[in-house]
């Protein structure tokens, strides 16, 4: 090839790559496009490779979105039916159970009866039967109690531990399912001793307990506590409320229908309220987060059909000039709700959640203590978890009150109770000897005292141990915690040791004394 015909060669190539998007020449400078722009055009304005990722990304992401929501709107809706139907299924059980409970049983070997019934509603029959079997129903389906015969008079001690009184449950299923650990009490632990009673983790509503109490230690019924009715029994409450009239109460109103199903969202009367989060769940009870168009609330759903947390709240607002929640309470055929509401100006905040200074808490705990006592009312199961702050503003915290009362005692009503043997939460604190058997009730709410704050101290919960000046928390009893709470570790040491050794004293004046004592330390 000649060097003439390799220019006009050479010519017809550059033309070429000059009209396609290969080089191209400006101002004399020859330039090579590395990309494709046709895929970063949009409009006649040119994206940059980040923006063209961000689009890409925020694109994808957006099509996983609505596939989530799509996906979590199918079970929202199965969710629902399935409530729908076992809320149905139970009531229907339940209806069925009043129906066919005071009939009389086929067999003669036991017989079967509604717990909720008088004895006078029961069958008439041999009344040497050695097995006797309670039918409850709750919200896990039907709950057996169920007394094993002790031939020849011989005591508990002598069956089978397999056969002594226990709880079982039916599922929907028919099979036959001991109860979940939450519903049992759990203890504290101690360096005296393995078993201990608590005040409870989580507490369960008074008429779900057992018939026969399952302590280590003691074989008392519920109804036999001290010689005494139990003052948490529901049928003793009721009574007690009928004579009061708490239906006339302001905020108190009835509702002719089952409990409502809380699944997001729960109405009350002409108030809607969205459903946040559980605050609480104590098994036949929980307590949410929730809100309505106009506040935000706390909401205790209850599956015993007494209000008593709605009049012990009521009885401590007539008496306390502290800035307690309004309250309302609605009663259904099977339950009752009670709806706590932030005074004006004010907000919630769960103690567990609370950031504020320790000893702020500490002494408004003291001051809500000693303002039950001065209204004759004990908590008797005070602890973190059923404990709310309330804030004037977002940081002014002002005051701290509970949301769950299903242990607590009416004193002007219950007058029969006079010791603390008689409270169910205080069986294992008096078979220790923390508490003495026939010491105030009162003093039951400093234990819960010292257990709360214990919690909130050290994230733990308290080991009680006694050394030759009394009773105290483990964590405080050694000079090694003085690293772990410098310049204030005897102030704390002190506190327990008052709370756990109160003996004869008023509960009023060891609060008192305390409020001051700390009053010293800065919050």
């Given amino acids: 090839m000649t060097e003439d015909q390799l220019n006009a060669q050479r010519t017809q190539s550059e033309m070429h790559l000059s009209t396609g998007a290969g080089p191209q020449e400006e101002g004399g400078v020859r330039q090579v496009s590395e990309y494709c722009k046709d895929l970063l055009m949009r409009g006649r304005e040119e994206l940059s490779l980040e923006e063209l990722r961000a689009e890409r990304y925020f694109r994808h992401r957006q099509k996983d979105v609505e596939e989530r929501l799509k996906h979590l709107t199918e079970v929202n809706e199965q969710l629902n039916?399935?409530?729908?139907?076992?809320?149905?299924?139970?009531?229907?059980?339940?209806?069925?159970?009043?129906?066919?409970?005071?009939?009389?049983?086929?067999?003669?070997?036991?017989?079967?009866?509604?717990?909720s019934q008088s004895a006078a509603a029961r069958p008439a029959g041999n009344s040497e039967l050695q097995d006797d079997v309670f039918l409850r129903p709750d919200e896990r389906g039907l709950c057996l109690k169920i007394q094993f015969p002790r031939p020849g008079g011989a005591g508990p001690s002598e069956l089978p531990q397999r056969l002594q009184a226990e709880d079982v449950c039916c599922s929907e299923s028919g099979e036959l399912q001991t109860p979940p650990p939450d519903s049992a009490p759990q203890e504290p632990d101690s360096k005296t001793t393995k078993k201990l009673s608590p005040i409870q983790e989580t507490s369960v509503e008074a008429g779900d307990r057992s018939l026969v109490d399952q302590h280590q230690d003691q074989n008392l019924t519920p109804a036999t506590v001290g010689q005494a009715m139990d003052p948490c029994d529901p049928e003793v409450r009721r009574r007690l409320l009928d004579v009061c009239d708490v239906t006339s109460s302001p905020g108190f109103h009835c509702e002719s229908r089952p409990?409502?199903?809380?699944?997001?969202?729960?109405?009350?009367?002409?108030?809607?309220?969205?459903?946040?989060?559980?605050?609480?769940?104590?098994g036949s009870f929980s307590v949410y987060k929730a809100a309505s168009d106009d506040d935000y609330v706390l909401i205790k759903v209850d599956r015993c059909r007494v209000p008593w947390d709605f009049h012990q709240l009521t009885r401590l607002k007539m008496s306390s000039a502290a800035a307690l929640p309004l309250i309302s309470c609605y009663l259904f055929l099977d339950g009752c709700v009670t709806v706590y509401t932030k005074p004006p100006d004010h907000m919630f905040t769960v103690l567990t959640e609370c950031q504020d200074s320790v000893v702020h808490i500490v002494v408004l705990l003291l001051q809500l203590v000693s303002q039950l006592h001065s209204c004759r009312l004990l908590h008797a199961a005070l602890q973190p978890s059923i404990l709310t702050c309330s804030y004037r503003g977002l940081m002014d915290l002002d005051s701290v009150f509970p949301v769950d009362w299903s242990w607590s005692?009416?004193?002007?009503?219950?007058?029969?109770?006079?010791?603390?043997?008689?409270?169910?939460?205080?069986?294992?604190?008096?078979?220790?000897?923390?508490?003495?058997?026939?010491s105030p009730p009162q003093l039951m709410d400093l234990v819960g005292v010292a257990e709360t704050v214990h919690m909130l101290l050290t994230h733990s919960r308290m080991v009680l141990v006694k050394d030759d000046e009394g009773w105290t928390a483990e964590r405080f009893s050694r000079d090694e915690s003085c690293d772990v709470f410098p310049g204030t570790w005897m102030t704390w040491s002190r506190f327990f040791r008052s709370l756990l050794n109160a003996g004869g004293r008023s509960s009023l004046s060891v609060l008192s004394e305390l409020t001051d004592q700390l009053s010293d330390l800065k919050y």
Avoid: M, N, W
Wanted: hydrophobic share 35%; proline share 7%; aromatic share 6%.
């Fill in 81 to 115: 039916q399935e409530l729908e139907e076992k809320t149905r299924l139970f009531l229907l059980r339940k209806s069925h159970q009043q129906q066919v409970g005071p009939e009389a049983p086929a067999a003669t070997s036991f017989q079967i009866y509604d717990e």
């Fill in 259 to 282: 409990l409502p199903p809380v699944c997001g969202r729960l109405q009350l009367g002409g108030d809607v309220y969205d459903i946040y989060s559980t605050v609480v769940d104590g």
């Fill in 409 to 438: 005692v009416d004193l002007d009503l219950q007058q029969d109770v006079t010791s603390v043997q008689q409270l169910p939460t205080a069986r294992s604190y008096v078979s220790l000897g923390l508490l003495e058997p026939t």
